[in-house]
């Protein structure tokens, strides 16, 4: 995946996410920025821990690891019926759904790897079959974010300030990033650009993954804590906001970071375009409406503490749900790898999910 | 000031500021919620500095410390003549109103220590008078967050839900609190009431502070961070958000903590009523709209560090204003001692200050 035209991938010691035949590599996120540390996976629990430790995160980034740990499950698996070994990998894959409920990529993928297991002859031919299925969704996601990042850029004018939320770059996708590809892509265009990344709390992937995805880019930035946004709108200093997505449903309702939400309010309140940046395997048109989605709680330990330190009183009871969900009506457009996508949702997304 | 009839002050070991004949002690809101320590100040230097490194925090409670630390260096200046001690007194002012640009309240205690010292007769009348407009200056502060809290409990009805940023309780005023003040007072008439606490990125008064106030008054409370407040809201979970003032322009425009704007936008869009409850201490009817309230930026290594430890990669540029200002018309009711105003605040305002 070197070498492909464009924006180049960010340069780190090894890529985000690499499959080494028997193992997968993948970049520590939550030891960013302080240490570039790469693990070497040899199971599918290890990799099931590392999505639910955050690990790895980015919905396409989940994607593609819960497809290799289907792969290095079943190369695991002894049975020598068909029966038998899908009757096992039916259980691996149920584990691996339970990490986080709300990416779609993680259940596509798996359903994909799921058909693929189904559709072999013999357990041999399966096991290979799926490592090759694994491969491809990788390949096919770094290729839809470098597709998408292209048709992006087209949007983002020459002297823009982008207001961006969460990390949505090479580590989030295993590619180029969807939201943070388009402003890679863009800056690659040679148009000048400021990037305003908010910290993202609770767990601070702005603070921590887009600044030093951005720095490695040589793009400038600020940052700001998730409260100033408003501040920055009012003051006229933000062009667009673009953002990824952790599913989107049918009607274009957009679930994302906890957080986007307030983003996408404030947007309208200014007329500032608010830019939703996804690969078409975030798209569940089995899903009415956003209010379908379901929304991951997490510990509230992320909120009383920050890297391991309490900022509030013992006992304190904390919410923490992780995505919040944007209605399709706040979206300005949803720039997808098989084109940029505004209203009406409803018949545009049907018609691009049929063309896969 | 202790066994004011109503709600009662909040159960510390000292009050939060208590002024004790040559030196003030102030509880030192760095410290908490891990530790209680106070502070005794024995000069206005050393006020300014807890002023300026937050030890002391809140509109309301700086008045009141700077008040007491004009009426401490007067004890010490040495100058017989009047003039020379006005115009020491004059260079230790402008020293205290460096310390934050935001508050009103800083710059209203200062400006009546000093028509107090000028209007005096000789130096040592001019002490003692100065002493006792600090302490009158302090008991009226608490009487006006007393009787604001009662008018502001009558908006809160049983049940409610009430979201409030940043700390606003009797660390913030010296008193009763305004925001805090009012949920305490509508507590303390049997109203069974739950808050939603925002954790106040990046100093994290809400998280600190607020929760320790509202766990020492049995009031229920989840800890939130900043950015999930439009996901409560647009569940329907919030009834009313409370918030104090930094400072009220003539129009109703209003500065306070950094991320209130925002909050104020969502409850528009979501048909919340948006209160603010501050002194009049707070109105500055000197300026037209909140366009020229001062906005004071602080560092921006409160924004890369939380508690010391680092969140970014070095070097990464961070902004850092400490207030936003709401414009008016998305406040509901402004909460004062002298009674709630509501639009057309112009005229409203300037009738209620003219009161005083």
């Not at 933000?238 to 679930?255: K, P, Q, S, W, Y």
């Not at 996408?264 to 078409?280: C, K, R, S």
Request: net charge negative; charged share 20%.
């Amino acid at each position: 995946m070197r070498g492909i035209k464009g924006i180049g991938l960010i340069k780190m010691n090894n890529l985000p996410i690499e499959w080494l035949g028997d193992r997968v590599r993948i970049l520590d996120q939550t030891r960013l920025p302080q240490e570039e540390v790469y693990l070497e996976l040899g199971s599918y629990q290890d990799i099931a821990s590392a999505i639910a430790e955050l690990k790895i995160r980015g919905a396409p980034a989940i994607g593609v690891v819960s497809a290799y740990a289907v792969a290095l499950s079943a190369l695991e698996i002894e049975s020598k019926s068909k029966e038998g070994f899908l009757e096992r990998l039916r259980g691996i894959s149920q584990t691996l759904a339970a990490t986080r409920p709300t990416a779609k990529n993680l259940f596509l993928a798996i359903e994909r790897m799921e058909q693929v297991a189904n559709a072999g002859e013999g357990v041999e031919q399966i096991k290979k079959a799926l490592v090759d299925e694994a491969v491809k969704i990788h390949s096919e996601e770094v290729e839809a974010t470098r597709r998408l990042s292209q048709l992006g850029a087209e949007l983002i004018e020459n002297g823009f300030t982008i207001l961006t939320h969460c990390n949505t770059g090479a580590l989030a996708t295993a590619g180029y990033g969807t939201a943070l590809g388009v402003i890679r892509q863009a800056k690659a265009q040679g148009k000048k650009l400021k990037v305003l990344a908010t910290e993202t709390r609770p767990l601070l992937q702005g603070a921590g993954l887009t600044t030093w995805e951005l720095k490695k880019a040589g793009i400038p930035f600020t940052l700001i804590t998730d409260s100033m946004a408003g501040y920055f709108m009012k003051r006229g200093e933000v062009d667009c906001i673009l953002v990824g997505a952790d599913r989107i449903a049918a009607n274009g309702d957009t679930a994302n970071k906890i957080g986007t939400y307030t983003l996408a309010v404030l947007a309208m309140e200014h007329g500032i375009p608010f830019y939703v940046a996804a690969p078409t395997t975030t798209i569940d048109l089995s899903l009415t409406s956003g209010d379908e989605i379901p929304i991951e709680q997490r510990s509230p330990e992320e909120v009383t503490h920050i890297q391991g330190v309490s900022i509030a009183p013992d006992g304190t009871q904390a919410a923490n749900p992780a995505f919040d969900v944007t209605p399709h009506y706040y979206i300005t457009a949803i720039i997808t790898e098989k084109g940029i996508i505004t209203e009406p949702y409803v018949e545009r997304l049907k018609g691009i999910q049929g063309v896969r």
